[in-house]
């Protein structure tokens, strides 16, 4: 058996991918207090709402990110990490819209302000997670679930 360059390739990106969703979430947790003040900042949810977010969402980009990076549930994951970078997508022209100036609270390698830099790297990740959302979806359809491994000629 032999695995073709382009599925490892394709398999590479995956794992990046879910490995920076790990890391971000990862942040989120050990640094919750200044997670939870940038989502008191965007101003979008009740007080009440805030806490449970600043609980849940970060597990779930772990979750996420970890079953990526080990190859379970890859589509669920992929599906679960395009839809949370949407909708922060939205949050963050929401809040360019409102005229905020506040630090988007991403977790990833260093802190900045909600913008177009901001807009750019979610454009990037909803490209990236879909499309390989995408691939996977089509290489399902057309060879089943064992489709990585394909036989040596």
Same mark, same amino acid.
């Given at each position: ?5 382009? /599925? ?7 794992? &990046?991918?879910?490995? /920076? ?7 989120? =947790? ?44 890859? +589509? ?8 949370? &970078? ?27 302000? &909600? ?18 959302? +995408? ?13 990585? =491994?394909?036989?040596?000629?």
């Amino acid at each position: 058996m032999r695995i073709s360059s382009s /599925l490892i390739g394709l398999r590479a990106l995956e794992v &990046v991918l879910g490995g /920076l969703f790990f890391y971000a979430g990862l942040q989120k =947790v050990l640094h919750f207090h200044e997670f939870a003040e940038a989502v008191l900042a965007y101003r979008l949810l009740p007080e009440s709402l805030v806490g449970l977010a600043v609980a849940g969402l970060p597990w779930l980009e772990i979750a996420a990110g970890l079953g990526l990076v080990a190859g379970l549930k890859r +589509r669920s994951c992929l599906l679960l990490l395009t839809g949370l &970078v949407a909708v922060f997508l939205v949050v963050i022209f929401v809040t360019m819209a409102r005229g905020l100036s506040i630090d988007c609270g991403c977790g990833l390698f260093f802190q900045r302000q &909600v913008g177009w830099a901001a807009v750019l790297e979610d454009a990037v990740l909803i490209i990236w997670a879909a499309g390989l959302y +995408r691939w996977e979806l089509l290489r399902y359809e057309k060879c089943g679930p064992e489709s990585i =491994v394909q036989a040596a000629p």
